[in-house]
């Protein structure tokens, strides 16, 4: 850890209960170094989780920092930025928290154009319950609930924020840091609500359960998989399956539901 | 007329209430009979400053609230049956992480659906004890117009002092019905706002018992202290802790800013019960019911009184104890419901009274009648 | 006992007898009095019978509901069907001239609500402020004055005169 990079860090709270090898460190610091790059004041943002193994990066984070309940983070979330917009709004969410019980949480922020900032720690697996599918297994991939294989189809959840109405979507990976900083900086400039899809590795279910045996080659895996957003135009969708899409996919300045909530507070008060 | 006398819907009146208190922030989810909370809440709050969001479901709802009270405002939100089991998960959450919050719940027709527009009491024990686990919760019931005015207000003052989440339980006849109120000038209305640490506090510890008296002193985010939140067991620190000690510590120091606190958080009233041989226990719109009853059969000569209970948990057993010092030998707990708030009363009679039930649970509100029909009965018995 | 006057309005969703019952609550407290308003919701409101009750008194009023009704209005078969029962022996039965009159021991008040309202009034919907003049006339639990000025707050701004002219005619109904 950069010695600059540790007031971001509550150092009293680690070691951290991640596995050895997961990716989740990796996403909570590349937060850390987009928000020193950005030289945000660290009493103005709130960074607020659901429930998972992603969701305890909070915990380690100093900041003011919220940990709710499962699938939730984007509803307090939202409470809290409505309450004092001033604050910026971070949700770290996990797969599961995010696309399966949180679902319905995100597209409605998505719609609303709301301005949090949400990162998803996507590793494809409920590792926090010990490796039951998610929304993001991939059709054929085994958990410990599709001992026969995953039959479900995974979403695409850039295609998701992007089509309920997040004003910015972007795709990183553990694997390509530098790219996923710059990736999460644009994200906490943009105003509106915006979406980092992070292609994360849990080696001890995941892994394990798909024969990938080392967090080496689960990384390896990712950058094997990773193409980008300009490759990714010129393939056909049979060459795109078990590619990773990774770049910026969207943006767009539209707005923002707290500043037009703020119009309709002058207007009931007779401003015009 | 006075410019503060008015008719005026139960709704309405929770909503005026719950502005006259500070609340600044609604997040909801329509559902009847709560409608018109949201409604004019969506109308009047923006007038005050304040914001109102419509939430894509109650469970969000619950999860906006929570996260606006801890960024420093009043929140409320309101609901019925089906919403109000939707948001029981995140009302724990606030248990545990004490964030103050108003939930109002119209009680109508349950389970499931039920009957959408029309009253019940079915919902007294969910209140309790509808999210998981021990924790603290405090429960109360209007009967009148005015009377939701005014426990809204408190609703407000008892989560932001014991920063508890508190229930407003009303039921559809209270929530729709318009009666004349006389509303209290603003000036005299008591508001009580939650604790703020300290600004010399150096090193702010979110969940320490800084004066020991249980309530710890609330920063919102923002204020310039950061602190973690979680609704895992935490330590004064509030950050998780599995320590045995830490954990029972806590659970011990939630109930006993509660159980310790009764006289203050505890309101009931009793009519003609000094002297009366049946005292009917009943709260809501049901003593309304019971009051006239009580009238009627006054005048027929029986002795017969009535115990409502302005606070429902935590439970009154001081009234009901203090009915031992009376001529009281009958409780007839009138409810509609299939028979919920009884086993209490039951409980904390411990055998001294005997103890009857006048329940309905077909949509409508229990008659004069049937109460007097009730006493009749139990005086034939006895 | 106290002195407790039940007033059921009754007819069909979109007659405006809600506001009817809201109004005649509103005058009643103009006149120091307390007053309870309830009505039906959901989908009994919608089509079908729809009621307002309203429970004027000197003293405080406790149980909220109607439970014999001392007047009944009814603009339409259906309602007067549906709740001539509830009428009190003796009670006062208002209604429109175009239902026929039931068998019952009611005072009965047979008028043309309705009509008036349409043809002398020009507007079918104020026929809930042309019930209200006849009811009042007919019973005065209300004052005059404070009628006309609960009508006048609540009505939509611009149709005030139309609002007082079906007030008075209702008045003219009864004699
Ligand atoms: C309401 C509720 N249901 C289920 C759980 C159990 N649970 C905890 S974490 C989790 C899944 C977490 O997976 P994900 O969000 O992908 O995060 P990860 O642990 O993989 O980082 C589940 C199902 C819970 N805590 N609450
Ligand atoms: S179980 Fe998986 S997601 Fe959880 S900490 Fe271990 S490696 Fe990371």
Known sequence: ?272 | ?382 | MDERIEIRLSGSGGQGLILAGIILAEAAILDGKNAVQTQSYGPEARGGASRSEVIISNESIDYPKVSKSDILLALTEEAMLKYKNGLKENGLLILDSSIEKPDGPYKILSVPILKTAQEKVGKSIVANIVALGTLISATKIVSKEAIEKAVLDRVPKGTEELNKKALYEGYKLVS
């Not at chain 1, 509106?192 to 080496?216: H, Q």
């Open chain 2, 1 to 382: 007329m006075g410019k503060r006398v008015m008719l005026m819907q139960g709704n309405e009146a929770c909503v005026e209430g719950a502005i006259a208190a500070g609340m600044r922030f609604y997040a909801g989810y329509p559902i009847t009979p709560s409608t018109e909370i949201a409604e004019l809440s969506a109308e009047k709050l923006p007038k005050v400053g304040g914001k109102f969001i419509q939430m894509e479901d109650e469970i969000a709802s619950m999860g906006a609230v929570i996260g606006a009270s801890l960024a420093g405002l009043k929140a409320m939100t309101a609901t019925s049956g089906p919403g109000f089991s939707l948001k029981q998960e995140n009302i724990g959450f606030a248990c545990l992480t004490e964030v103050p919050c108003v939930i109002v719940n119209v009680q109508r027709g349950g389970p499931s659906t039920g009957l959408p527009t029309l009253p019940a009491q079915g919902d007294v024990m969910q209140a309790r004890w509808g999210t998981h686990g021990d924790h603290p919760i405090i429960v109360i019931s209007p009967s009148s117009v005015r009377e939701v005015f005014d426990m809204t207000i408190k609703a407000f003052n008892l989560s932001e002092k014991y920063r508890v989440p508190c229930i407003l339980l009303m039921d559809e006849v209270v929530a729709h019905m318009r009666e004349k109120v006389e509303l209290p000038e603003e000036l005299n209305i008591e508001i009580i706002n939650r604790k703020k640490p300290k600004a010399s506090l150096p090193d702010y510890k979110p969940y320490k018992d800084y004066d020991g008296d249980g309530i710890p002193p609330m920063a919102a985010f923002g204020d310039g202290t950061p602190f973690h939140v979680t609704g895992l067991i935490h330590d004064e620190t509030g950050f998780p802790s599995t320590d045995p000690k830490v954990t029972e510590n806590l659970l011990n120091r939630l109930m006993n800013k509660i159980y310790n606190n009764l006289d203050d958080i505890i309101e009931y009233e009793t009519v003609d019960t000094a002297d009366a041989n049946t005292v009917i226990v009943t709260f809501g719109s049901t003593a309304r019911s019971v009051l006239r009853a009580v009238k009627l059969l006054r005048q027929e000569g029986f002795k017969v009184g009535m115990l409502r209970l302005k606070t429902i948990w935590p439970f009154p057993h001081k009234a009901i104890n203090e009915l031992t010092q009376t001529a009281t030998k009958n409780l007839i707990v009138a409810e509609m419901n299939y028979g919920q708030l009884i086993e209490t009363v039951k409980a904390s009679a411990d055998g001294v009274f005997k103890v009857y039930g006048l329940n309905k649970y077909n949509g409508e509100l229990i008659t004069p009648q049937e109460v007097i029909d009730k006493v009749r009965e139990v005086a034939v018995n006895a």
């Open chain 1, 1 to 272: 850890m950069r010695k600059e990079l540790e007031r971001y860090f509550r150092k009293d709270k680690l070691p951290h209960i991640w596995c050895p090898g997961c990716g989740h460190g990796i996403i909570t610091g590349a937060v850390i170094r987009a928000i020193d790059n950005l030289k945000l004041d660290q009493n103005k943002i709130c960074i607020v989780s659901g429930i998972g193994c992603s969701s305890r990066a909070p915990g380690y984070m100093n900041f003011n920092t919220l940990h709710t309940t499962h699938g939730r983070a984007l509803a307090f979330a939202t409470g809290i930025k409505m309450a004092n917009p001033e604050l910026k709004v971070i949700v770290l969410t996990g797969d599961g928290d995010c696309a399966a019980i949180g679902g319905n949480h995100l597209i409605h922020a998505a719609r609303r154009n709301i301005d949090i900032t949400t990162i998803v720690f996507n590793n494809s697996i409920y590792g926090m319950t010990s490796g039951q599918y998610s929304p993001m297994t991939p059709k054929g991939a085994f958990a410990t609930t599709a001992p026969y294989g995953n039959i479900d189809r995974n979403f695409d959840l850039c295609k998701l924020a992007q089509s309920a109405g997040a004003t910015y979507v972007a795709r990183g990976t553990v694997y390509h840091v530098p790219q996923l900083i710059k990736l999460i900086e644009k994200a906490l400039k943009h105003k509106g609500f915006s979406f980092v899809d992070v292609a994360d590795i849990c080696p001890t279910y995941f892994g394990r359960k798909n024969k990938v045996p080392t967090p080496v080659a689960m990384m390896e895996k990712i950058r094997d998989m990773s193409i980008t957003v300009k490759t990714a135009e010129k393939l056909s969708a049979e060459e795109l399956s078990g590619k990773i899409v990774i770049g910026e996919f969207y943006e767009e300045n539209a707005l923002e539901f707290t500043e037009e909530y703020a119009k309709i507070i002058k207007t009931a008060q007779g401003g015009k």
